[in-house]
């Protein structure tokens, strides 16, 4: 059983750079709240393959997540992170709203395993207020970083 959020957010970026802004990972230090550090693991351009350790605190706890970039279309990212006791996937949809606007739908989802799997129906509440807090802090973010 997976804990899923989903969240459609409007950002005053054109599609191509609210992608280009997204696919480093390493800015979730920048709109996701629970994001503590983000830190690229290899070198090169940012592609398919690409490796990030991503430390997050959820309820009061830090854990490590090894995040890959699994797949890169023009108008969607699927990122997917482990450790062992669970696997996060981060899908970003893009569509185009106008010429300075994109509209972005944010899927997570979190499965855990093993013991940790028991915990999955007490902690959706707590992912839901992460998932609204990164929708509202990622538009501004994104904005942000262009100027």
Known sequence: MAITVRRDVLVGLPL???????????????????TVRC?????????VGTVWRNTS??????SDL???????????????GENKTVTATDDLSFRTRSATTTLLTYTASLR????ARLATPFLRPEFE???DAVADRLPSAATAHRR
Do not use: I, M
């Open 39 to 47: 830190v690229r693991v290899d070198g090169g351009p940012v592609q």
């Open 66 to 80: 090894l995040y890959r970039l699994v797949s890169e279309e023009p108008d969607r990212l699927l990122f997917v």
């Open 16 to 34: 191509e750079d609210l992608v280009a802004y997204l696919k480093d990972f390493s800015r979730t230090e920048e709109w996701d709240p629970g």
């Open 57 to 62: 605190r959820f309820r009061g706890r830090t």
């Open 112 to 115: 855990f395993k093993g013991w």
């Open 129 to 131: 207020r992460l998932a």
